[in-house]
């Protein structure tokens, strides 16, 4: 079965650059959530979109942006990247007739050196 | 806000069950959720339960809830090497914010 696609897997960046992750949900899932895991810590709630609109923010700081496109995929642009955003960024996807059901994907490793 | 809470460590030997427990604050939770999560990889949705069921069994797995003491358990029978992983307890408020909140999670270490 196909599942939550992120990419890429893994990205370094140096400080104060830009970084842009993509999430590509499950097919026919309207509803694309980002969190955020910091080492040794727990997912925290960044952002979500349902159908192309911001549903939900969480602590996601102001450099950082996400939108959610026509095709349902969406983009997470972080920019003037700290040391501190090194983590592990999921995203996970649900439908609506089942959306209290997120299935996430991989992750993408970033570090910013 | 919502607060949930699970022990940092659990060891086992291969064959025994294993039981993580998790509490949580938020008495509107609808669905509360076991995620696995393997060294380096993702979130992976292993059972959940709707919140007026007290427990749920699937396979090896059985997840009950006290509702009233707002716990949370899962147990793990004839527990594998290869259930060694980080177990994510989650809530998630139907009327509320549509996003899950995530406990601190529990390193479960099995024992050959």
């Known amino acids: 079965a196909a599942g939550v696609i992120q990419s890429p897997r893994h990205l370094i960046k140096e400080k104060r650059e830009t970084a842009t992750l993509k999430c590509y949900p499950i097919?026919?899932?309207?509803?694309v959530y980002w969190y955020q895991q910091g080492p040794g810590q727990d997912p925290q709630f960044l952002i979500s979109?349902?159908?192309?609109?911001?549903?939900d923010k969480g602590s996601i700081p102001d450099r950082f942006s996400a939108q959610q496109f026509s095709d349902y995929h969406s983009e997470l642009n972080m920019s003037s990247l700290e040391l501190g955003d090194s983590a592990l960024y999921f995203c996970?996807?649900?439908?609506?007739?089942?959306?209290?059901?997120?299935?996430f994907g991989q992750g993408t490793r970033l570090t910013v050196v | 806000g919502e607060d949930v809470e699970q022990s940092l460590f659990l060891s086992v030997r291969e064959g025994d069950s294993s039981v993580i427990n998790c509490t949580y604050t938020?008495?509107?939770?609808?669905?509360l959720y076991w995620y696995k999560q393997e060294p380096g990889a993702g979130l992976q949705l292993l059972t959940y339960?709707?919140?007026?069921?007290d427990m749920k069994q699937d396979q090896r797995l059985t997840v009950l809830l006290n509702k009233k003491d707002k716990h949370l358990s899962l147990r793990i029978a004839d527990t594998q090497t290869g259930d060694s992983a980080i177990y994510f307890c989650?809530?998630?408020?139907?009327?509320?914010?549509?996003?899950?909140?995530f406990g601190t999670g529990t390193r479960l270490t099995v024992i050959p």
């Open positions: 938020d008495s509107s939770s609808t669905y």
């Open positions: 339960i709707f919140s007026n069921m």
């Open positions: 097919p026919r899932h309207d509803t």
């Open positions: 989650a809530e998630w408020e139907e009327t509320g914010a549509n996003n899950l909140f």
């Open positions: 979109f349902y159908e192309k609109m911001q549903s």
């Open positions: 996970a996807s649900s439908s609506t007739d089942q959306s209290f059901k997120a299935f």
